[in-house]
């Protein structure tokens, strides 16, 4: 008790109460001495009273007042003892000091004090000491680890209950898929109606079972297309499993001349069931623009392929490309100009391509210009070629001058490329909306998405071969000269190794057409002819490769050396006819200063699904990307790539 409470309350009006009584006894006694006496007794007993009743008071005071403070410890103790969350002090080396017995009940220890905390829990190892939240798994348990660094103090809470039903809430979201028969013309063709009923009763059991197997819901929407219902947590399973129904249906009907197979979009986290069906579209459009026989599966914003393992089925009907010249010949006839554009360091398939959708705009009477700026090392023999020509030299402009050329009646046409942040000046992409796109390369997840006209088939050898095929129904009467035809057989030439990969009846056909309006092959042998020092530095690329997994040659470049990317791509080529070897992958250094990763195969392994881990993309046997680092390091991801899809799935078919 304070003092000044004291003085207050038993003191001072004690004493004056007394000291009034004294007065009071002493005029008493003045008028008589007898009464005044009797006065001072009685006071004399009333202070001797009071005297052991204030330490009285005192004493029985200070015994509730001990039993209080006992009384609020105790309290104060079984609270912290009995917190249903853990307290953990701790000191600057992250070292526990001390804490509440919950603590002790989750480790199943008696004390802790000592221990680090990141033996504690694990996930802080990589963990900063900020204040904040943190969640971390013990056992079957998931905790919330708040920290106070100031104090030095960890909080644990036992979030598990909560953790269960967030994750029972996202393993019951919607998911939908689209599986879809992607080849079912060509393999029917010439079967009658009693096996082409048979065929399909037998891949639609086989989807039905896989579809039991996990318990989604199959609908057939049209003889080859299904419709899939299911739940996040069965998705996640499909992923694990890489979706075997892809090779279950390919290998039952392997005898076959052409095997059937699936194209899978599908779906999940979007926030509107109407935004998810319009994803599932767009995962299949996905699939069947990368070739085929693979699923495309976006969830949120990760976009996952799985499969395409093998080629795409060349179309042996042309209606697609005769469909898509008279639309693409509308699109020129409604335009002010047009202007042309290839991917960064372009080849020969872009450029020819692009002087074939050049000659395509003349022939309606309109400017066009394709761009380009500078000549690499791939096409300069070609260019003098073209230098040759005035007229079709002058139709060659900078980006600059493209981007004073074009306007938003400019018809904008893309070859051999459908990324956005492949061409040469993506800004020319943003002053029109029409675009068309077209390309032979396996669709990646980046897409051109605001074209009017797509034209991507994975299974043509080279955009030269589409835009040679949309030449012939885009005018009734087509005259090439012989520049134009040489650089459109020249791009259908390099991409297919001189016809040897990739080539359909369809490409030998548009090279029979280029052939009769004059194109040159010896003008395209003088185009392809290396120098002795670039054969000599492809010998010694050569010279370093090693072999990995029996069948894949591993060429790296000594850093230091620089070296064109035609020339890293041809020691790939190289490496691909030596014995037992099914894919090469050479690494080296460009001009640029970026590593440039060249990509191979013989069809028995997907290049493009390694390369799109790089950060590239291309074709299932012809693939390629850029990244930045050192030769070394690039060299050391690419073989953890491999090693990574040979763990998964195997690197070969």
């Known amino acids: 008790m304070p003092k000044f409470l004291i003085n207050r309350w038993h003191g001072m009006h004690h004493v004056a109460a007394l000291g009034a009584m004294l007065l009071m006894s002493a005029v008493l006694a003045w008028f008589q001495w007898i009464v005044g006496l009797a006065a001072f007794i009685v006071t004399i007993g009333i202070a001797v009273y009071t005297f052991f009743a204030e330490r009285a008071f005192r004493k029985d005071l200070k015994t509730y007042l001990g039993t209080l403070s006992y009384r609020v410890k105790k309290g104060g103790n079984d609270v912290i003892n009995e917190l249903p969350f853990g307290i953990i002090l701790y000191n600057e080396e992250r070292t526990v000091e001390w804490h509440n017995p919950y603590i002790s009940q989750l480790m199943e220890k008696e004390s ?132 075997v129904i892809l090779d279950e249906v390919r290998e039952m009907t392997g005898e076959q001349k052409i095997p059937v197979t699936l194209s899978i979009g599908f779906a999940a986290g979007a926030e509107q069931i109407v935004e998810l069906g319009q994803w599932a579209h767009m995962s299949l459009d996905i699939a069947l623009g990368r070739g085929g026989d693979q699923a495309a599966v976006k969830v949120g914003s990760r976009q996952s392929f799985y499969g395409g393992k093998t080629n795409a089925v060349e179309k042996r009907t042309r209606v697609r490309a005769r469909v898509v010249a008279h639309a693409l010949r509308d699109l020129i006839r409604e335009s002010h100009n047009v202007v042309i554009m290839g991917h960064k360091l372009p080849d020969m398939d872009a450029v020819g391509a692009a002087i074939g959708v050049l000659k395509a705009a003349q022939l309606f009477g309109k400017e066009a210009y394709i761009v380009l700026e500078g000549v690499n090392s791939s096409i300069d023999k070609m260019m003098e070629l073209i230098r040759e020509d005035e007229k079709l030299s002058k139709r060659f402009v900078s980006p600059e001058q493209a981007m004073a050329l074009i306007t938003p009646q400019s018809l904008a046409i893309v070859v051999d490329t459908h990324k956005a942040s492949m061409v040469k000046e993506p800004k020319l992409l943003s002053q029109t909306d029409r675009i068309v796109v ?71 056909e548009a090279a029979s057409f280029l052939r009769r309006n004059g194109a040159d092959t ?24 090693q072999v990995l997994y029996d069948h894949v040659a591993f060429a790296v470049v000594e850093g230091g050396k620089v070296n064109s990317q035609l020339l890293i791509a041809q020691s790939a080529d190289t490496l691909l006819n030596m014995t037992d070897i099914l894919a090469s992958f050479v690494i080296g250094e460009r001009p640029d200063g970026l590593i440039g990763i060249s990509a191979r195969s013989l069809g028995g392994m997907n290049v493009q ?45």
């Open 112 to 243: 802790l004090i000592g221990v680090p905390l990141t033996e504690l829990f694990p996930t802080l190892q990589h963990a900063k000491d900020r204040e904040g939240t943190v969640e971390a798994a013990v056992g079957t348990h998931m905790y919330q680890l708040i920290f106070r660094p100031k104090e030095r103090i960890l909080y644990v809470k036992n979030i598990t209950d909560l953790w269960q039903l967030g994750r029972k809430y996202e393993d019951e979201k919607l998911s939908i898929g689209v599986v879809m028969i992607d080849n079912l013309e060509e393999v029917t063709q010439g079967l009658d109606d009693h096996q082409r009923g048979t065929l399909l009763s037998r891949v639609t059991t086989e989807i039905t079972e896989w579809a039991q197997k996990y318990k989604i819901y199959l609908k057939r929407v049209t003889s080859d297309r299904f419709i899939l219902i299911t739940d996040q947590k069965t998705l996640r399973q499909l992923e694990h499993s890489r979706f």
């Open 438 to 508: 077209i390309d032979h390369h396996r669709r990646g997840e980046e897409f051109i998405s605001n074209a009017i006209l797509v034209y991507m088939e994975p299974y043509a050898s080279s955009t030269c071969e589409l835009v040679t095929e949309l030449l012939q129904y885009i005018h009734d009467r087509v005259v090439l000269d012989i520049r134009e035809a040489t650089s459109l057989l020249a791009g259908i030439t390099v991409d297919t190794k001189s016809f040897s990969l990739r080539t359909g009846a369809r490409t030998f």
């Open 609 to 653: 699904v390694v390369m799109e881990r790089m950060g590239g993309g291309g074709h299932l046997t012809n693939a390629a990307a850029q990244l930045e680092g050192t030769v070394g390091e690039v060299a050391a991801k690419l073989k953890a790539v491999l090693e990574q899809i040979e763990s998964e799935e195997g690197l070969f078919e």
């Open 522 to 545: 010896m003008m395209i042998q003088r185009m392809l002819q290396e120098d002795l020092e670039g054969y000599v530095n492809k010998a010694e690329i050569i010279k370093h490769a």
